[in-house]
């Protein structure tokens, strides 16, 4: 797929494959926030491998998250 090119090459960036632990942790972000499966995934993956900023341009991932994992920080990214 195009996109991931862009991901193995860019520096600064990881990604991760699914597993049990990120299951669960998605399961538990899900439970708690009421955020969609996809969105607990990404954020469960987060969570998991320890990263300190997830940019995304989902503006209600910051209110949601900060509650349940305040140790991750959010860059939004707006359309102009």
């Known amino acids: 797929a195009p996109g991931e090119g862009?991901?193995?090459?860019?520096?600064g960036t990881r990604s991760?494959?699914?597993n049990e632990e990120v299951a669960r942790e998605a399961a538990r972000n899900r439970a708690a926030t009421g955020l969609r499966m996809p969105d607990a995934l990404v954020i469960a993956s987060?969570?998991?491998?320890?990263?300190?900023?997830?940019?995304?341009?989902?503006r209600a991932w910051t209110d949601a998250v900060t509650?349940?994992?305040?140790?991750?920080?959010?860059?939004?990214?707006e359309a102009r």
């Open 16 to 18: 991760r494959d699914g």
């Open 6 to 11: 862009f991901l193995r090459h860019s520096v």
């Open 46 to 58: 987060a969570v998991i491998s320890g990263v300190e900023i997830v940019v995304s341009n989902e």
């Open 67 to 77: 509650p349940i994992s305040p140790e991750i920080r959010f860059c939004t990214l």
